[in-house]
DNA sequence: GTCTATATATTGATAGAC
DNA sequence: GTCTATCAATATATAGAC
């Protein structure tokens, strides 16, 4: 990839996470990646062409890197399912609680907008799902009637992005730590014979 | 309140809730309040203050016509929990799962924003997890330990804003229906004394 | 209180030299 | 491929008559 290119991709990705898109003008965009404006509209059409690269590139990402931690060898699905969680909490800590989630919020300000965008939306979700799913896949037989594996794993990504945003607006750690035990404690109950679910008295 | 600022405010609640905050141009919200600039500015001193007073109106909202619902007489509290995502339910099928959470899609736009609309979004996220207390408070007793009310609430609220993140961005009901199946298998679990909950093989 | 007209800055995007 | 200069449109906000 030409490094231009991937200078506006990689200044887009943080200006859409801090301030959302409509927020970030084509001035902010050309200002964070060093780039002219006769340079930027050589590598994109647009700033609607850079939002649907941004959410490609935010697709590889989050296969790459997040659901990779779920792949980690020697845990417990509930482990895993608990691992991404954890990825996510580092990242809380380490902006402080603010900015949420990067696919959340474009979903929150632009899943109603065109299709290109809404897709992609759509697409990002789907995959989230996939990859909770394979943590959860090999005790998917154990689960009660009538809870199906597509359940559980919705559930889970409601609960990520829910506690997310939860803690942003709060500004703290506890509304993340508070619906990840409420999940862990639910998936225990669900799956005792787990590692991660201590016996219960 | 004088009928042209209820007008603004009606007409920028919507606007804002369809399109969102940055993407509300001021000619949008004067053509949709029926009102022109001059009448405007006296009424507000500009775009930023018609947000403010849209977040306290939905505020006020939330408490009448949301968090009423779980006061319903004749509920148990796993019930009335279930009567708000059944109050949401609705929203999003008159809506055909578009348009999302007023307060959460604003949340994700502007949290990290001036601080008169961070701290609104967190007084209102602060009554909706009042609200969802409200509901269970009969039965926080009952909780095993180490779980607490507060956990249960955010965890509630959590899920609805997950939940109806990701009907919005699936267009459909079914993710929705899945995250409050879920909870309410969990909750089930927690209070099996509730009449909610149906006894277990 | 509301109107019309307008000010002024910023928006996304383009032109043409190099 | 990148530069600088600049476009036309739109943004928010204001002025002053009524």
């Known amino acids: 990839m030409h490094p231009t290119r991937a200078a ?7 200006l859409f ?3 959302g898109f409509h927020a970030t003008s084509m001035a902010d965009l050309l200002a964070a990646s060093g780039t002219g404006a006769g340079s930027f509209y050589y590598h994109f059409p647009g700033k609607d062409a850079v939002l649907t690269a941004v959410l490609d590139h935010l697709h590889e990402r989050l296969d790459r890197e997040v659901l990779a931690v779920g792949r980690a060898p020697g845990l417990s699905p509930v482990g895993r399912v608990r691992a991404i969680f954890g990825f996510y909490r580092a990242f809380l800590t380490a902006a402080q609680c603010r900015l ?3 696919v959340g919020n474009l979903a929150g300000e632009l899943a109603d907008s065109a299709p290109e965008v809404a897709a992609r939306l759509h697409r990002l979700f789907a995959a989230w799902r996939t990859g909770i799913a394979d943590c959860l896949k090999p005790v998917a037989d154990r689960l009660p009637a009538p809870l199906t594996l597509d359940d559980v794993t919705t559930f889970v990504l409601t609960v990520m992005e829910g506690a997310v945003m939860q803690a942003r607006v709060a500004r703290d750690l506890l509304p993340f730590d508070q619906s990840v035990q409420c999940l862990t404690d639910w998936l225990c109950r669900l799956f005792p014979d787990d590692p991660v679910a201590k016996p219960r008295t």
Do not use: D, N, S, V
């Open 100 to 102: 949420g989630c990067p």
């Open 8 to 14: 506006i991709l990689t200044a887009a990705q943080r």
């Open 17 to 19: 996470h801090e301030r």
